[in-house]
Every structure is written in structure tokens, then in C-alpha cells.
């Protein structure tokens, strides 16, 4: 594992982030595995070079749509105290930022928990849908699904209305539109 001689904030279930100091976190991702909110015993070689390549790539794609955290993926960017090279490639230099506490999905067919909302009571994040549709149907449009993001246990599907208690109209609807 890596050398990494900066102060650990939190660990996720599948990133780990510390302090680099200048208002600024490190964000090392692993090689953990986890499912359904479950870290599973066995982790994926590189599985953390991965996850980051393909989230460097879509900072890069969308910067123009919304701003981002994203500094550097660069190792030699990166806080002397963390130039280990077993963290090139799966660790990101970011902003300190405040974290919206919303998962924004946007859903273009009904399956997962959306399907089993739907069987239960005909709505999807409490927004009622056409009767008669069957799993995995394509949706009219695509829908803007949040949930909540839980620090620990399982995220909390939420309605439209729930986001905008939990962060303000503005955000809520800033959030919905980048989303869309």
C-alpha cells in the first residue's frame, strides 16, 4: 500500500481522503469493492486507477456545465508527503469544498429501486407514474431521481419537493437542471 504522510480525514467505502494542506484534500481511491452499501473481502486489482481515470475524464468533459473539485490527477502535483508512486493514477488533488448531501440520478428506464417503488405504490421517488408499466420500461422523458447521500449505511431515495427542504429551492433546482 501506499505511503501517504498527511493527516487522514475520513475513510469511505471505497475512497479514503486526507488533509493536503492550502484548502485542499487528497482523495485516494482503492482497489474496495462495494455493493448494494456493502464493502465486499475481496478488492479488483487497479479497480481504483479505473474509478479515477473515468472520473478525471468527466470533470474534464463537463467543466463547462458545472464547476468542479478537481486539481490534479498528476503525481507530481500532488503534496510531497503523498509522491509515493503506487498513488499515481488513483489519486486526485481537489478544492475543500462543502458536499451536497444529494445523489443526483437521472433515470431514463424503471429498474432497481425505482421498479420495486413502482410495484409498491405506483410512484418513483414519490412522483406517481403511468399505470402498466413494466420493469425496465423506457420512461416518457428522463426524471430527476435524488437520494440522499448517507455518510454511513444505505442513501435514502427522496422526492423533488424532500431535495428542495434539504438544500433550498435554488440548489435543488440548479442541481435538477445540470442534472437533466
Known amino acids: ?19 493536503a494542506g ?22 479488483i486489482p487497479d479497480k481504483g486507477r479505473v474509478l479515477t481515470a473515468i472520473s478525471a475524464f468527466w470533470f474534464d468533459e463537463l467543466g463547462h456545465v458545472a464547476p468542479h473539485h478537481l486539481l490534479s490527477t498528476d503525481l507530481a502535483d500532488l503534496p510531497a508527503a503523498a509522491q509515493d508512486p503506487a498513488l499515481a493514477g488513483r489519486a486526485m488533488l481537489v478544492r ?23 410495484q409498491r405504490s405506483g410512484t418513483m421517488h414519490g412522483e406517481r407514474l403511468p399505470e402498466g408499466l413494466e420493469e425496465s ?7 430527476f431521481t435524488p437520494s440522499t447521500k448517507a455518510e454511513e449505511g444505505h442513501d435514502v431515495n427522496i422526492s423533488l419537493s424532500e431535495a428542495v427542504e434539504l438544500v433550498g429551492a435554488d440548489i435543488a433546482g440548479a442541481a435538477r437542471a445540470i442534472s437533466l
Open 1 to 19: 500500500m501506499a505511503t501517504i504522510d498527511l493527516p487522514h480525514v475520513a475513510t469511505g467505502k471505497v475512497r479514503d481522503i486526507y488533509d
Open 22 to 43: 492550502e484548502d485542499r484534500l487528497l482523495i485516494v481511491t482503492s482497489d474496495r469493492i462495494s455493493a448494494f452499501d456493502v464493502v465486499m473481502d475481496e478488492p
Open 96 to 118: 475543500k469544498a462543502e458536499m451536497l448531501p444529494l445523489e443526483c440520478i437521472v433515470r431514463g428506464y424503471l429498474t432497481g429501486s425505482a421498479w420495486k417503488e413502482y
Open 137 to 143: 420500461a423506457q420512461l416518457p422523458e428522463p426524471v
